[in-house]
């Protein structure tokens, strides 16, 4: 299998020439879309524009983690890297699917879904870690056709540092059951 760090500059372009057919895309479907944060008009509009360069850092990010996390594993439990390479691509497409289903919740005018299917990866947090990089990624990429290459980074980062705060709390619970037991 090619190592990650050998398909870091593939992978920033493909995020790149996503983000660009997806501006191309709106250009000739009726201009490039500005989103108004919380979606009124009376506050500030982000163009998708800005997707040209954040989803390609945000990809160099995701990988430049990634492959920093996959080095760990390399000096510490070798056995492990082919399971962390799975895990990491399986995390990644489990969150382009989630971006993808809430574009399309909002897309087909489902809001009232919505609000309440965005906050998912929060309830998972409660069982398993969903606040690593290519969560974010995923997530994003999914979202990028439909709410641009800003605000899905917002909303995500947000959601991320919520399942980080959440499973962070479980980790805790359950070391303090762990101690207590085992006093």
């Keep these: 299998m090619q190592s990650l760090g050998n398909k870091k ?6 995020a790149f020439i996503f983000a660009a057919i997806c501006i191309v895309w709106e ?18 509009g982000i163009s998708n524009l800005w997707g040209l360069l954040t989803i390609p850092l945000l990809a160099w990010l995701t990988v430049s983690l ?11 439990e070798p056995r492990n890297l082919n399971n962390f390479d799975n895990k ?9 699917l989630f971006g993808i289903i ?24 409660f069982f398993k ?4 990089p290519e969560y974010l990624l995923g997530f994003v990429i999914g979202m990028l056709f439909t709410f641009g290459g800003i605000l899905p980074i917002i909303v995500g980062t947000i959601l991320l540092i919520l399942c980080f705060l959440v499973n962070g709390l479980m980790k805790g619970i359950k070391h303090i059951f762990i101690v207590r037991k085992s006093s």
């Design 102 to 125: 809430a574009s399309l919740l909002w897309e087909f005018k489902f809001s009232n879904g919505l609000q309440y299917y965005i906050l998912a990866p929060v309830l998972i947090a």
């Design 66 to 76: 990634t492959i920093k996390q996959r080095n760990k594993i390399i000096k510490s």
């Design 27 to 44: 250009h000739f479907n009726g201009g490039v879309i500005t989103h108004h944060l919380l979606a009124r008009e009376d506050l500030p």
């Design 129 to 132: 870690p969903v606040h690593l």
């Design 88 to 96: 990491t691509f399986r995390g990644f497409l489990a969150a382009l």
């Design 9 to 14: 500059l593939s992978i920033i372009i493909g």
